[in-house]
């Protein structure tokens, strides 16, 4: 499979993604007889179509970028790619989607060779049949044993539609890739940024998406800390930069049936803070029963990320899994007409408060757990992180619950694993030593509930700073400490 791999050179300008160019080429040039076909799947903006374009050009491969059209339109500029393609004197006329699917396939006649229908949910919902036309096409071939080695990629990101078709068809799928949304720290490599604390606030505003840093913002990127808030009302609130606008059509751009006011509606509540069905229910004033459904279709979207919490398995928490879609019905979307009057600063200047509050104690909260997981060396909780989530318990007295934002756990099978950590985050302040006995209390309410808490250790993550007395306490080993230095280049 390396050898493969390696015959198709990955350009220089694709940022990162080795693992997944390597599984590409590894399945566009497998020299086994018989068609093919993969599905390329993953959130809008990851960067799918362009992999898939660098692909066919690596491997003089066929790429068609399906728009929404009628299928008629759809099959004109199939035949007229092709005719480009192979430099045929005219375009092909054919009778359906068989015919032309026969014609495409056929460009793999002699040798492995990758051809690509992007967009394929669009040529879907206007082509019910067309799987099962692909599926018949590639039996056929298969059939009269021709030596036909066409690899095909059918790519989308209506993620719920190319669930399905996954799901329908388990055994004429030979190959399967989810383009995932890239991490904070390939998210500062990105930007280019080297200051933590301003990786962080960018990742608050527009996250790790591809899409967002080259298509969109272009090379305008914050030049230092103190640029933050320039930069902000000169890119993401200019109704001038398409930027602007780009986050308000995700939703718009999925599947029909969608209550997308409630969707809206459901994704401001999460912005806001309401992390369970029951909160978001309140926040909406609607039965609780609307809200399931909704959490379902923005997550099979990639828009909502769903975690069980760490102390109750059977509550659920959601969150906005895209920053810049939080940030927009945080901040952009109450204040659309001022903004498109071009009143970005004095938005900025009012709503920069609750962002630090809110979206970027959250977007902190949430990197923390990621390097929990993802980069802490196996050493600093004395065993392998499985998971790290948010938790909450009732309080013995009041109506505040005990709660922690970065709730490590070990391996397990079917149940919670061992309690490796329990740690608060917070983003824009100094904490001391009261921070500490508030995680205590946690720990020791949960030893009160028979939970095994002895090798748990505490943890505070602040982007603000720790006092004397926390260093010296983290010094002799009682808890550790991640600042935004940590996060970004320590384990």
């Not at 790519?155 to 890239?182: Q, Y």
């Not at 920053?323 to 901040?331: E, I, K, R, S, T």
Request: glycine residues 8%; proline residues 7%; charged residues 25%.
């Amino acid at each position: 499979m390396g050898s493969a791999a390696t015959a198709v050179g990955r350009p220089k300008t694709l940022f990162d993604r080795s693992a997944e160019w390597d599984t590409l080429a590894t399945f566009a040039s497998d020299p086994r007889s018989g068609p093919a076909i993969g599905m390329v799947t993953g959130p809008r903006g990851q960067g799918k179509s362009y992999l898939l374009q660098e692909l066919t050009r690596a491997t003089d491969g066929f790429y068609f970028g399906a728009q929404e059209a009628a299928e008629a339109e759809s099959l004109r500029q199939l035949a007229e790619q092709l005719s480009r393609h192979t430099s045929a004197a005219s375009p092909p006329r054919w009778r359906g989607w068989e015919d032309a699917l026969e014609a495409v396939l056929a460009l793999g006649a002699d040798r492995p060779l990758p051809i690509v229908l992007d967009g394929f949910p669009e040529l879907v919902r206007q082509s019910p049949a067309l799987p099962a036309a692909l599926h018949t096409v590639c039996r056929r071939l298969r059939a009269a044993g021709k030596p036909n080695r066409a690899r095909v990629l059918l790519c989308g990101s209506a993620m719920p539609v190319m669930h399905r078709l996954i799901d329908s068809a388990p055994a004429t799928a030979d190959f399967r890739i989810e383009i995932r949304r890239l991490d904070y720290r390939q998210g500062a490599r990105l930007w280019d940024i080297e200051d933590p604390l301003l990786a962080l606030q960018v990742y608050a505003v527009v996250g790790s998406n591809p899409a967002f840093r080259h298509n969109v913002a272009g090379e305008n990127a914050p030049a230092h800390r103190d640029d933050f808030d320039a930069w902000v009302c000169r890119t993401v609130l200019n109704p001038r930069l398409p930027l602007f606008w780009r986050v308000s059509q995700l939703i718009e751009r999925e599947p029909e049936g969608w209550d997308r006011a409630l969707c809206h509606s459901t994704v401001a509540a999460l912005a806001d803070g309401r992390t369970t069905a029951g909160a978001i229910a309140d926040w909406l004033e609607r039965p609780a029963t609307d809200v399931p459904r909704i959490l379902a279709l923005l997550g099979d979207c990639g828009f909502v990320e769903s975690t069980p919490d760490a102390f109750s398995p059977g509550v659920t928490h959601h969150r906005i899994a895209e920053p810049l879609l939080a940030f927009d019905h945080a901040v952009i979307r109450p204040h659309r007409g001022e903004l498109e009057r071009q009143e970005a600063d004095r938005v900025w200047s009012a709503t920069r408060t609750a962002f630090e509050a809110s979206l970027m104690e959250q977007q902190f909260a949430r990197a923390c757990r990621a390097w929990a997981v993802g980069f802490a060396a196996s050493d600093t909780f004395g065993a392998a992180p499985a998971t790290a989530s948010t938790g909450f318990l009732p309080a013995a007295s009041g109506p505040v619950p005990l709660a922690a934002d970065v709730v490590v756990r070990g391996e397990a099978h079917g149940r919670p694993g061992t309690l490796l950590s329990v740690g608060r985050a917070h983003w824009n302040e100094v904490l001391d030593v009261q921070h500490l006995h508030e995680v205590q209390q946690v720990v020791a309410a949960l030893a009160e509930r028979g939970e095994d808490v002895s090798r748990t250790r505490p943890a505070l993550y602040s982007a603000a700073g720790f006092s004397p007395r926390l260093r010296d306490a983290e010094a002799h080993g009682e808890l550790i400490l991640v600042d935004p230095r940590r996060l970004y280049s320590g384990a």
